[in-house]
């Protein structure tokens, strides 16, 4: 399929992550995931609860953000956060790595904090948060090669909270690394249809964005986060 003819919609995880986020604004988004078709909502975890009620009869899938967003939690957090989540409603998770253990070199530790909250996902899509802004090439290929050997659905760019979002090199990177099967999802400053549409030649099978609306209908979103 060209990028052209792609319905940028069911890549859209539409997203809102920000602390002060109101109920009112939940579903807000919620409704317009059901009305455009976007894949999923994407919230925190508190918030699950409400997304799923509101989504419920729909298409519309419920994403769950874990040990968000500095990924920092004990690994026992992020599992219970994982399982709790998931009771709640969640049909996706999106779990942040701990980039410190990553550079302090402590693997045995990085890798088993992924590897729980896999098995406390099941059959429930995983998708692990790299934070590609704070890793260099080198440390993102080995994140990303880490959750294959892990059967992770998908690997994602970034928190948007940090100091950087999705590029098209780290992209390209990602899905050169994971090969042509695996997700990848671009999150982090897509905004409009044309960085949208750059991700996804990239290599994207995902977009995480709070600029859902704007990009389905090719206009440019102010600025945000996600």
């Not at 995880?13 to 999923?40: G, N, P, R, V």
């Not at 509101?54 to 040990?67: D, H, N, P």
């Not at 992770?152 to 090199?169: H, I, L, P, Q, Y």
Request: with cysteine; glycine share 8%; hydrophobic share 45%.
């Amino acid at each position: 399929m060209s990028v052209q003819a792609i319905d940028y919609a069911r890549y859209i995880d539409h997203t809102l992550l920000k602390m002060d986020a109101t109920e009112a604004e939940i579903i807000k988004i919620c409704q317009e995931a059901i009305e455009h078709h976007f894949y999923s909502v994407c919230v925190n975890s508190g918030y699950v609860p409400l997304v799923a009620k509101t989504l419920a009869g729909s298409e519309v899938k419920t994403c769950s953000v874990i040990g968000f967003p500095l990924g920092a939690s004990l690994t026992s957090v992020k599992v219970f956060e994982t399982q709790a989540a998931i009771a709640a409603g969640a049909n996706e998770i999106d779990m942040v790595i701990n980039v410190g253990w990553l550079k302090s070199g402590d693997i045995s530790a990085f890798i088993d904090d992924i590897r729980q909250v896999k098995m406390a996902t099941g059959e429930v899509i995983l998708k692990v948060i790299l934070e590609t802004c704070l890793l260099s090439q080198a440390q993102i290929k080995q994140v990303c090669e880490i959750c294959q050997q892990l059967n992770v659905d998908f690997v994602k760019t970034s928190t948007g909270f940090s100091s950087g979002g999705a590029t098209v090199e780290d992209i390209k990177l990602m899905r050169e690394t994971v090969g042509p099967t695996m997700g990848v999802k671009a999150s982090g400053g897509v905004r409009s249809q044309e960085t949208a549409k750059a991700m996804i030649a990239a290599g994207a099978t995902r977009l995480g964005t709070s600029s859902g609306v704007a990009i389905v209908a090719n206009q440019q979103a102010g600025h945000s986060h996600y």
